[in-house]
Structures are given as structure tokens and as C-alpha cells.
């Protein structure tokens, strides 16, 4: 069975700064990982995912994530954020032979001006 | 391209109630996933249609909850009789197919609230 562990529930941060939204992963097979934005009120929407080939994936609005295998985690960054960035954020993972999305606790990025 | 529509957006009913949900897919998806996310925690998988048959449904308190999926698009879930916990926002997704490296396309969520 998979798990995603979501290393922040909450990220203050000023407008224009870096941020770096922590995502662990286990799972005992391959796996494809995702990572899902949800703003206030609506459903989520899908930032980028990683399948296979570069670790160094670029998604949707800046961000970008890298896989690292040994470490089994899935970070996701960007090099400076805005105030529309303010959401919540989730990491997901799913066995590349099928089965659920595993989701994370979610973390609640909160860009301050 | 038209997104995942569902409605109502918003349900308040009293424990031991009945509710249900509806949700139409994006147009030519033939899986069709139905979430629940408890506030402060992401989404949990109810139920997995691939076109109108059940993929997975694992995780669906069938005592109570109950989903169908006539003519492989629109989808309803119904929960009878509600309890406090059910409290949630369930959310409709689409893909598809079912292999895992499809976009799961999400609706905007039914908030219900029971008291």
C-alpha cells in the first residue's frame, strides 16, 4: 500500500520569496506522482505530475518538483511566489499499474504581501 | 472544453436525513471518481466507475453510502441515513481512462453540512 506524508500543514510566506512545499512518499512498487492545487471554494486542479524519465518536473504557474528515489520524496518548489499562489496545496501518489490516488494532509500556503 | 459540473454546491440536512449528489463528467471520460474530503485532510476515494461498472469501491461505507452510474455518464451518490461525520466536501472527478497515467479533472465539490 501506498502513503504520502505532507511534512507542513501550513507555509507563511512574503510575496516574492522562494517556497519549498515538503512531500514524503511509501510505497513498496513504482509509483506516479502528482502534485494537486485547490483554491478557496473550488475543486483541484492538477500542477504537474511525474511518470517517469527527468526527476525535474515543471508544471502550471512556475512551479516545479523534483522525484528523488532514494530519499522517496517529491518536493515542490517556486523560485518566488504571489499573492494568487495562496492555497492549499496536495501531493498524491498512485501505482503506475493502477489502483487510488493516495493523497497527502495537504498544506495551506498563505503568500503575505 | 466543458469541466466537471456538480451540484447542489451546497447541502445542509439534519443527521438521519437523505441527500444526494449528482455529477456529469467531462464529455467522452469514461472514469468517473467520487471523493470525500473531511476538512484539514485530502480527498479520500469513495467509488471508481469504469464506464457504468464499479472499479473500486473499497472504501464506500455501504451500509449507507450508495453510487450509480446509469449509461456510463452522469453519476449520483447518495448518502441514507446521514450521520455528523458525513460532514464533508464531496468532490466528482473524471478521467479517460482508468490507467494511472491519466488526468484526473476535478468538479467544483458538494460542501455538506450535517447537524
Known amino acids: 500500500a501506498q502513503s504520502v506524508t505532507q511534512l507542513d500543514s501550513q507555509v507563511p510566506v512574503f510575496e516574492e520569496a522562494p517556497v519549498e512545499l515538503r512531500c514524503n512518499y511509501s510505497?513498496?512498487?513504482?509509483?506516479?506522482l502528482f502534485w494537486y492545487v485547490q483554491y478557496p471554494n473550488q475543486g483541484l486542479q492538477l500542477l504537474l505530475k511525474?511518470?517517469?524519465?527527468?526527476?525535474l518536473v515543471k508544471g502550471i504557474n512556475g512551479f516545479e518538483a523534483e522525484f528523488n528515489k532514494s530519499q522517496t520524496s517529491f518536493h515542490l518548489r517556486k523560485p518566488s511566489v504571489h499573492i494568487s499562489d495562496t492555497a492549499e496545496y496536495f501531493c498524491?501518489?498512485?501505482?503506475?499499474?493502477?489502483?487510488?490516488?493516495?493523497f497527502g494532509q495537504g498544506t495551506e500556503l498563505s503568500v503575505k504581501p | 472544453e466543458a469541466g466537471v459540473a456538480q451540484s447542489p454546491r451546497y447541502k445542509i440536512i439534519e443527521k438521519r436525513q437523505s441527500v444526494a449528489f449528482w455529477c456529469n463528467p467531462i464529455?467522452?471520460?469514461?472514469?468517473l471518481y467520487w471523493y470525500q474530503q473531511i476538512l484539514g485532510q485530502g480527498p479520500k476515494l469513495l467509488i471508481q466507475?469504469?464506464?457504468?461498472?464499479?472499479?473500486?469501491d473499497s472504501q464506500l461505507p455501504k451500509d449507507r453510502f450508495s453510487a450509480e452510474r446509469l449509461k456510463g455518464v452522469d453519476s449520483t451518490l447518495k448518502i441514507q441515513p446521514a450521520k455528523l461525520e458525513d460532514s464533508a466536501v464531496y468532490l466528482c472527478?473524471?478521467?479517460?481512462?482508468?490507467?494511472?497515467?491519466?488526468?484526473?479533472?476535478f468538479g467544483p465539490g458538494t460542501r455538506l453540512t450535517v447537524t
Open positions: 472527478a473524471s478521467s479517460l481512462g482508468g490507467d494511472s497515467s491519466y488526468e484526473q479533472y
Open positions: 510505497s513498496s512498487v513504482s509509483v506516479y
Open positions: 511525474y511518470l517517469s524519465g527527468s526527476t
Open positions: 498524491a501518489v498512485r501505482h503506475n499499474q493502477g489502483g487510488k490516488l493516495i
Open positions: 464529455s467522452g471520460h469514461a472514469t
Open positions: 466507475f469504469q464506464n457504468n461498472g464499479v472499479v473500486d
